[in-house]
């Protein structure tokens, strides 16, 4: 594996991608054009790569104690220095890709940055593990609406499902790791919940995010969002399943999610309810 190779893969690239698409998607359905879709796929992505990043730099002795060879610093493919400068870059990077879009975008963004790298320390072995999750996911949506031209306010109905969906990304996204995670005394609150109160929480809370776009626009909902809604209801409990009968690290529920959450993205942009 080449050390560029390396490098990216110690940024969680499948979640960190996901979360990008899905917004410049959502900026698409919003109504941005040209240069600030670009836009918007920068400045998010910035976010996305800062807290992979850092949270890669920061877990490296309890990647190694564990023996995660997975991880591209435990395994000794890249150096922790690398992976922390290459934290810092696209940390600082966060503001200044959101200046274009003018002060109250700039302000919005850097506050997801901010909330993301809560996560990674100190919040991460506490029970408060899910509030970065559910404010930096609901400022999200909230930055591609309020950087478009005239800064419109962002729907309460669109910052509210974004924050569900951080908040059962959350749940879903340490399920592989229980094990370990405990192990090295990492105790978020999907830890002290455990995992099976992990996987009601993030089956209920996507579940409430997709009911919450499917009937949060004004008027009656589309048919794609009776689409979206049935979906998820099969996609979810699929994945709880196909967790629970997994051996190692599951990551079933995880993937679960990300589908369930570009459904929801899909969702919004098929509507054209958003502003």
Same mark, same amino acid.
């Given at each position: 594996?080449?050390?560029?190779?390396?490098?990216?893969?110690?940024?969680?690239?499948?979640?960190?991608?996901?979360?990008?698409?899905?917004?410049?998607?959502?900026?698409?359905?919003?109504?941005?054009?040209?240069?600030?879709?670009?836009?918007?796929?920068?400045?998010?992505?910035?976010?996305?790569?800062?807290?992979?990043?850092?949270?890669?730099?920061?877990?490296?002795?309890?990647?190694?104690?564990?023996?995660?060879?997975?991880?591209?610093?435990?395994?000794?493919?890249?150096?922790?220095?690398?992976?922390?400068?290459?934290?810092?870059?696209?940390?600082?990077?966060?503001?200044?890709?959101?200046?274009?879009?003018?002060?109250?975008?700039?302000?919005?963004?850097?506050?997801?940055?901010?909330?993301?790298?809560?996560?990674?320390?100190?919040?991460?072995?506490?029970?408060?593990?899910?509030?970065?999750?559910?404010?930096?996911?609901?400022?999200?949506?909230?930055?591609?609406?309020?950087?478009?031209?005239?800064?419109?306010?962002?729907?309460?109905?669109?910052?509210?499902?974004?924050?569900?969906?951080?908040?059962?990304?959350?749940?879903?996204?340490?399920?592989?790791?229980?094990?370990?995670?405990?192990? &090295?005394? !990492?105790? /978020?609150? %999907?830890?002290?919940?455990?995992?099976? #109160?992990? *996987?009601? @929480? $993030? =089956?209920?809370?996507?579940?409430?995010?997709?009911? &919450?776009? !499917?009937? /949060?626009? %004004?008027?009656?909902?589309?048919?794609? #969002?009776? *689409?979206? @809604? $049935? =979906?998820?209801?099969?996609?979810?409990?699929?994945?709880?399943?196909?967790?629970?009968?997994?051996?190692?690290?599951?990551?079933?529920?995880?993937?679960?999610?990300?589908?369930?959450?570009?459904?929801?993205?899909?969702?919004?942009?098929?509507?054209?309810?958003?502003?």
């Amino acid at each position: 594996m080449s050390r560029a190779v390396s490098v990216i893969k110690s940024s969680h690239p499948e979640p960190g991608g996901a979360v990008t698409v899905a917004m410049t998607l959502l900026a698409i359905g919003v109504g941005h054009r040209g240069w600030s879709i670009l836009g918007v796929f920068l400045a998010v992505g910035a976010t996305q790569l800062a807290v992979g990043w850092v949270n890669d730099w920061l877990d490296a002795d309890r990647d190694r104690s564990t023996g995660r060879t997975d991880k591209p610093i435990a395994s000794g493919a890249v150096s922790r220095r690398t992976v922390g400068i290459a934290g810092l870059i696209a940390a600082l990077a966060i503001p200044l890709l959101g200046l274009p879009f003018g002060l109250v975008p700039t302000i919005v963004i850097s506050l997801v940055g901010v909330f993301a790298l809560l996560y990674d320390w100190p919040l991460k072995s506490t029970a408060l593990s899910v509030v970065p999750y559910v404010v930096a996911f609901g400022l999200l949506p909230a930055f591609v609406v309020v950087s478009l031209p005239g800064h419109p306010a962002p729907p309460a109905w669109l910052v509210a499902a974004g924050a569900l969906l951080g908040a059962g990304a959350h749940f879903a996204n340490v399920l592989p790791d229980l094990a370990d995670d405990a192990a &090295t005394g !990492v105790r /978020g609150l %999907p830890h002290r919940l455990g995992e099976t #109160g992990s *996987v009601v @929480a $993030a =089956a209920l809370l996507l579940l409430s995010a997709t009911l &919450t776009l !499917v009937f /949060g626009p %004004p008027g009656p909902p589309s048919w794609p #969002g009776w *689409v979206g @809604a $049935a =979906a998820a209801v099969v996609v979810l409990p699929l994945g709880w399943y196909a967790t629970t009968r997994a051996k190692g690290r599951g990551v079933a529920m995880f993937r679960a999610v990300i589908l369930v959450a570009l459904i929801d993205v899909l969702l919004l942009v098929s509507s054209g309810r958003v502003v």
